[in-house]
């Protein structure tokens, strides 16, 4: 009897997955093979040319194509976005929304180059941005433009430092240079240029002409990203001084309190000399905004902006948030899993799970004739006022393992609708109108439109 108890024992015991040491010293062994190519690659010196690209609509600010983020761990390698394909057309907003888990975040940071190596890294993929950069000359020097007089005429004046100290030569008199334009913050003007980015292929040097300054990100959590020994104003005047050539410190301070007033700050000069504990929450997260707005950016990534903010500071920074966009005819990126703001803020919606891109369309297809079956069952569990039931509607099973994704539809098992079809290969993204898209057998016939409205 005890000989048979081993036995079961012993059977149990290897039908249990787990993996030995030897297995994990392999799996260390290979991913670091990895991770230090493609750290190698991120340091490298690259000129320009190498990830220059151009955009496939030129309508877009933005172009995510077949976007591969990975983790990689000692259990194995986390696919965490595993081939993302969509735009951002300028001058709109393009909402993510999905359960938590499902790669937006890992996404964001992938476009901002922020991803924690070298665990994290953008295995492969193309993420183009349209940019407005400043056009250099042989030097490598950004072209300032000249202000000149009524006669054409260079107009002169006197050189200060960075503290806005004028400089004075051996004999005590003002150092004089021509006098550059300034924008209506009083900030140096310089010649700019359009050009394609290519981000997932940039060296991270190379990076730092976009991110805070192009591409600005407004975080989840304003708290843990505004540094509490550093006042606003300093960190605030940071943002100009490192974007903006010959910037004084005068310049910046002038910038970032109208940066404040544009967000709604009452009393900036007070708000731009606190810490950040002196703050409220919504406050803290208008800083945030105007720290993003700082630099003239072209596209906002805002991660969960209301999340941690009640009902009524919620709706003051979205109205924000959608009136700055207009003002400075900006794009906007917005990440979250609340669908009321996607419903608000939205032009378009990109609907996300375990890592893919499952449905994607403009904001009243999505939610007005939704088509996959985790897009209808993320809508009934929005809580409504004409509901009947006492209980909130949840997907039944969990998520796959994403160390070991599956080929087939990620969401088979949760599905209520899956068929026969459902046990082949992953599905392929099927158009049912100019605008929507969705991943789903039950639409892959010759008329996916008639297949939705069958289903």
């Given amino acids: 009897m005890n000989f048979k108890k081993k036995s079961d024992d ?22 670091n093979k990895v991770m230090r190519r493609l750290e ?27 976007l591969h983020s990975y983790f990689f761990t000692d259990q194995g390698v986390v696919k965490a976005v595993n081939g993302v394909t969509f735009s951002v057309p ?17 996404t964001s940071m992938s476009i901002m180059r922020l991803l924690q190596g070298p665990q994290g890294q953008i295995y492969s993929g193309s993420i183009r941005f349209k940019s407005y950069d400043f056009k250099r000359d042989e030097k490598g020097k950004p072209i300032p433009i000249w202000d000149d007089d009524e006669n054409g005429e260079p107009v002169y004046e006197e050189i200060k430092d960075r503290h806005g100290k004028v400089k004075l030569d051996k004999n005590g008199k003002p150092l004089t240079e021509r006098r550059q334009k300034r924008d209506r913050y009083g900030t140096k003007l310089y010649e700019m240029e359009e050009k394609v980015f290519d981000i997932a292929k940039m060296p991270t040097k190379e990076m730092y002409r976009l991110r805070g300054r192009q591409i600005a990100m407004i975080f989840q959590e304003p708290m843990t990203s505004l540094n509490p020994v550093f006042t606003i104003g300093n960190q605030l005047d940071e943002v100009t001084l490192l974007h903006v050539p010959g910037a004084t410190k005068e310049e910046a301070k002038r910038r970032s309190i109208e940066m404040l007033n544009l967000v709604g700050i009452a009393m900036p000069e007070r708000v731009y000399n606190s810490y950040p504990h002196e703050l409220s929450g919504g406050m803290r997260q208008r800083v945030m905004i105007a720290m993003a707005l700082e630099g003239n950016p072209r596209l906002i990534i805002a991660d969960e902006p209301t999340t941690a903010l009640d009902v009524t500071i919620q709706a003051q920074i979205l109205d924000l948030l959608r009136g700055l966009k207009d003002s400075i005819n900006g794009s906007i990126l917005l990440i979250t899993h609340d669908l009321g703001v996607i ?9 996300m799970y375990a890592g893919r891109i499952i449905e994607q369309g403009t904001a009243s297809e999505i939610f007005h004739h939704p088509m996959h079956p985790y897009t209808i069952g993320l809508q ?57 898209w969705v991943a789903c057998h039950l639409y892959g016939g010759e008329n996916p439109k008639e297949n939705a409205d069958e289903n």
Avoid: W
Avoid at 387 to 403: A, T
């Fill in 10 to 31: 012993s059977a149990k015991k290897s039908e249990k997955h787990y993996l030995s040491g030897k297995e994990i010293r392999a799996i260390a062994k290979e991913n």
């Fill in 40 to 66: 190698k690659y991120k340091r490298r010196k690259a000129p320009e040319e190498e990830f220059l690209g151009e955009m496939k609509d030129p309508a877009d600010i933005l172009e995510v194509e077949d």
């Fill in 90 to 106: 300028q001058g709109s907003t393009v909402g993510i929304v999905g359960e938590s888990g499902c790669g937006k975040s890992v």
């Fill in 343 to 351: 419903a608000e803020m939205a032009d378009y919606v990109v609907v």
């Fill in 380 to 436: 009934k569990s929005k809580p409504t006022m004409d509901s009947e039931s006492d209980s909130l509607f949840n997907i039944p099973g969990n998520v796959p393992n994403p160390i070991d994704m599956p080929d087939y539809c990620y969401f088979r098992e949760r599905c209520s609708g899956c068929k026969e079809m459902c046990y082949g290969e992953y599905p392929k993204m099927v158009q049912v109108s100019p605008t929507h």
